[in-house]
Every structure is written in C-alpha cells, then in structure tokens.
C-alpha cells in the first residue's frame, strides 16, 4: 500500500502544471488527502488537502485562488492543479493519505516542481 506522485516538472513563472497522487493498494475512501511541499532550507508546510469522506478542502493562503485540489473517484487519484505558478512555488511537493480510525498515515517519495523567471 502506498502513494505515488506524478507530474513535476520546470515551467516558467505564471506557468501551470497538474500534480497527480494515485493510490496503490487501497482506496482514498475515508481518507484526507493533502499536499505538503518543501523548499531548500525550509521546513515542510501544508498546502492543501482534500477530505474524501465530505469532499471539503482546504488551501494555505499563499496558493488560494491559484491552485486547486480535486479527485477522480474511478481512479482513485487526487490532483493539484497549479496556476499562475511563482519562483516561491519552487519545492518538492509530497502526497499525503491519512485516515483517522484506523489509523493510516502514507506519503509519497515527492515530486520537483522547479519555477523558473
């Protein structure tokens, strides 16, 4: 059981790019999914997550208006669709699957986005 990240990459300032965290093994059902980056020398902040038992989300204030979670149920697939990126967008961005009861906790090996000027 586990979570893959997919679609990294480098694009200009103002450019976009879809992330995608596929789950192998189990369902998202009953799970929050979130995203979670980090940048050289800093620590790793939340960025988003999406409950799948409610379909509530949530976004950190730098990247509101900007990005967007979203799932496919038949795929079982989570996604962060990144807009109007930034050079401070620059970081390893990690899938996060936690469910409460029982609990399970699963992350992702990360995947670069790289925003150049």
């Known amino acids: 059981e586990h979570v893959v990240e997919s679609g990294g990459g480098l694009v200009q300032s103002g450019g976009s790019l879809r992330l995608s965290c596929a789950a192998s093994?189990?369902?998202?059902?009953?799970?929050?999914v979130g995203w979670f980056r980090q940048a050289p020398g800093k620590e790793r902040e939340g960025v988003s997550c999406l409950d799948n038992s409610n379909g509530n989300t949530y976004y950190a204030d730098s990247v509101k208006g900007r990005f967007t979670i979203s799932r496919d149920i038949a795929k079982n697939t989570v996604f962060l669709q990144m807009n109007s990126l930034r050079l401070e967008d620059t970081a390893v961005y990690y899938c996060n699957a936690h469910r409460v009861l029982p609990p399970r906790d699963y992350w992702g090996q990360g995947t670069q986005v790289t925003v150049s000027s």
């Open positions: 093994g189990f369902t998202f059902d009953h799970y929050i």
